[in-house]
């Protein structure tokens, strides 16, 4: 029984989430901070779908301990907070809690799977020296990949534009009883759940997809249409695709479609800004390790070469520095890595970039 649950990190995703557990009489709390706990505590978690808003009171706290246990906590932060999420989780955590992971990129549980030809491969890219595996291990966890868009209306406000679908399932592949008790009750909340074997597959090839299309949008500040209308551009977003593509297959998680294919259906979608992108204007820190240099640290692991993501992340990470959306502390897969260590055609973009940052 799921009754009693906790949204860590109320954002769009979150939001959506937990206002519709609440709405449907699950018991649902809140980890939130600042003018967004505000906010919850004054007007609930409020939701605009299908032109309809729902308003469900929570109760809300930026400290754990103040929750208590938990039958289920969903986090859905940015990977890069989860450092600090695993630090303060604990105290939401009993024997029996499942922790539903609802984000982007590579998680720290990616490799958990018994019997896979990498299982424990560990990435410092996604959790430096293990911290949240330590806090949060994989047997507590259920992956899910979230298909959908969803915005912020304003504080403890979201808005569900497109799609109501989340893929979940176990890091084992197993059919367990907790993951159909989790099929149960957030279809029960009217959210469309598919369950699967294979979530690491799922979660890569949603990564395929956005691994170029974000941080490209962040660089240049346009819309997805844009991007694939410059074939210079739309061919390196290819070429890294079929880098990531060739990783995937290599750890299991192949992909059928060609990048083409795939960028048929992004194109479709029109002229939207990426939550990157979205990210860079508002001035909040980017998804940069979860989305890129983990790939490109899976490539050197089991030995295939990334010359165009190691471009695509020497480029994005010193235009976040610039604009201040990203910790100094920003993963290197190899700690002592300078400018003149980069691949050639890194290093000349970086080097470039460098000289234009002074004037």
């Known amino acids: 029984m799921m009754n009693k649950v906790c949204i860590y990190g109320v954002g769009a995703v979150g939001g959506f989430i937990g206002a519709l557990l609440a709405h449907q009489g699950s018991d ?8 967004t706990l505000s906010s919850v505590k004054a007007d609930g978690v409020r939701l605009l779908m299908d032109d309809e808003i ?42 029996q809690t499942v922790v539903l992971t609802a984000m ?50 304003g504080l403890g406000f979201s808005r569900n534009n497109l799609g109501k679908k989340l893929i979940v399932g176990e890091p084992d592949g197993s059919d367990s009883k907790r993951l159909k008790a989790l099929d149960t009750l957030l279809s029960k909340a009217g959210i469309e759940i598919e369950t699967t074997a294979s979530i690491q597959q799922e979660i890569w090839y949603k ?11 962040a660089l240049t500040g346009v819309t997805c249409d844009k991007i694939l209308d410059d074939p210079l551009v739309n061919r390196f977003c290819l070429k890294i695709m079929a880098e990531a593509g060739e990783i995937g297959a290599r750890i299991g998680c192949p992909i059928s479609q060609t ?9 479709q979608l029109g002229a939207f800004k990426t939550s990157m992108l979205q990210d860079v204007e508002a001035g909040r820190s980017l998804e940069l390790n979860a989305l890129v240099a983990a790939v490109r640290e899976i490539g050197q692991k089991v030995g295939i ?4 993501i190691d471009t695509l992340l020497g480029l994005s990470r010193l235009h976040a ?39």
Do not use: Y
Not at 28 to 35: D, E, F, L, N, Q
Not at 118 to 132: A, N, T
Not at 326 to 341: D, G, L
């Open 305 to 308: 070469a990334t010359p165009e």
């Open 104 to 153: 982007n990129g590579v998680p720290w549980w990616f490799f958990q799977r018994p019997g896979a030809e990498f299982e424990g491969m560990q990435l410092e890219s996604v959790d430096p020296g293990g911290k949240i595996a330590a806090a949060i291990p994989a047997d507590r966890v259920i992956g899910a990949v979230v298909h959908g868009s969803f915005t912020s209306n």
């Open 259 to 267: 990048g083409e294919e795939r960028n048929a259906v992004t194109r």
């Open 28 to 35: 649902v709390s809140v980890v939130s901070r600042g003018a």
């Open 207 to 217: 990564l395929w997809g956005n691994m170029t299309m974000n941080p490209v949008s």
């Open 54 to 95: 729902i308003v469900a009171p929570v109760r809300a706290s930026d400290n754990p301990r103040d929750l208590g246990v938990q039958d289920l906590v969903i986090v859905a932060v940015k990977a890069q907070s989860m450092t600090d999420v695993a630090a303060k989780i604990s105290p939401l955590i009993g024997p």
């Open 321 to 359: 520095r610039r604009r201040d959306c990203i910790p100094m502390r920003f993963h290197n897969v190899n700690s002592t890595e300078s400018v003149n260590e980069l691949p050639a055609n890194v290093r000349a973009h970086t080097l470039l970039l460098s000289v234009q940052s002074r004037v």
